[in-house]
């Protein structure tokens, strides 16, 4: 296995541009394809620093957990770009399954040599990513943090219509001609359309921030095809089915206010968790990652303080 660094790239607004300076991208060659990377880090090191993986959620990459980043300057947090997104060639050996993606884990981890005391934290789809691969290798990280973790089945409840609507949607684009499904899939019209659902910042200049995060990187996906189906193992897994399965320390981080991943979903969810720590914040939605990352670094600083190596 090879690894290549790279220049860091430029840092966005409402991210600081210290984290510039402890930013490292490279690449790394596994079983199914080459997979971008980035390592932020710490501003000093000492025997307690942690290292965290970030699993990003769908049609995402690393640039979506960056403000998170950001706030912890105190920590190593490795992020790569998922198989068949960002910087990341899709699978060549396998489809895009939730077990496939854990499998990624497994390779990624050993070809960094990051071991059991190695924290995992996944957002969205990451959350059930990372769930599943953690019930599947218990030994393999300690603790396991989830934000806006996806804690019932997609198809279900009251957003069932909705999640029913984006089936149709990825199910037509991946059919029609590929010039034309490609042009569905990237419609900035509708990629804005996903943005302002799940946004709920009154902030003018973050929810700009936020739109232009969506539209230079939500259709950064290697292909259709490797797109529906991680859309497909998105929405025929969830957190919960695992639950009992997990008895290392778990974070829940939940938004108030999301309507992919409700609270009372996330109610539920703790109760089913062996050792489960579960935090709220207020008037924020699906986007904790961008809207409300200081809140959240600090219930992650608390909960490894918590359980620290």
């Known amino acids: 296995m090879r690894t290549a660094d790279s220049v860091p790239a430029t840092v966005p607004s409402f991210i600081s541009g210290g984290l510039a300076v402890r930013t490292r991208a490279s690449t790394v060659q596994l079983t199914g394809g080459d997979v971008a990377y980035w390592v932020y880090e710490p501003e000093k090191t000492t025997p307690e620093t942690r290292t965290i993986l970030v699993i990003h959620g769908f049609r995402g990459d690393h640039h979506g957990l960056l403000r998170v980043a950001d706030q912890l300057p105190e920590v190593r947090l490795v992020m790569p770009d998922l198989p068949g997104f960002g910087d990341s060639a899709a699978f060549t050996d396998a489809s895009h399954s939730v077990e496939r993606y854990g499998q990624f884990i497994s390779d990624f981890m050993a070809a960094l040599g990051l071991g059991p005391d190695t924290v995992l934290l996944g957002h969205s789809f990451g959350s059930i990513v990372a769930a599943h691969f953690v019930a599947a290798h218990p030994e393999a990280v300690r603790p396991l943090i989830l934000v806006n973790p996806i804690a019932a089945p997609a198809l279900e409840g009251p957003k069932g219509l909705m999640t029913r609507l984006a089936v149709l949607y990825y199910r037509l684009s991946a059919r029609l001609p590929r010039a034309l499904g490609l042009a569905l899939l990237r419609s900035p019209l509708i990629v804005r359309v996903?943005?302002?659902?799940?946004?709920k910042t009154r902030d003018k200049d973050l929810l700009r921030f936020i739109h232009g995060q969506h539209h230079a990187y939500f259709s950064a996906f290697a292909n259709r095809e490797s797109?529906?189906?991680?859309?497909t193992a998105s929405v025929s897994s969830h957190v919960a089915e695992v639950a009992p399965r997990l008895s290392l320390p778990v974070l829940l981080i939940a938004g108030e206010k999301d309507e992919i991943a409700l609270l009372r979903d996330q109610h539920r969810l703790a109760g089913l968790l062996p050792?489960?720590?579960?935090?709220?914040?207020?008037g924020v939605g699906h986007l904790i990652h961008y809207e409300t990352p200081e809140p959240a670094a600090e219930f992650i600083r608390r909960f490894l303080k918590d359980h620290p190596a």
């Open 194 to 199: 996903m943005s302002m659902a799940m946004a």
């Open 227 to 231: 797109l529906l189906e991680s859309f």
């Open 275 to 282: 050792d489960a720590t579960l935090e709220i914040i207020p």
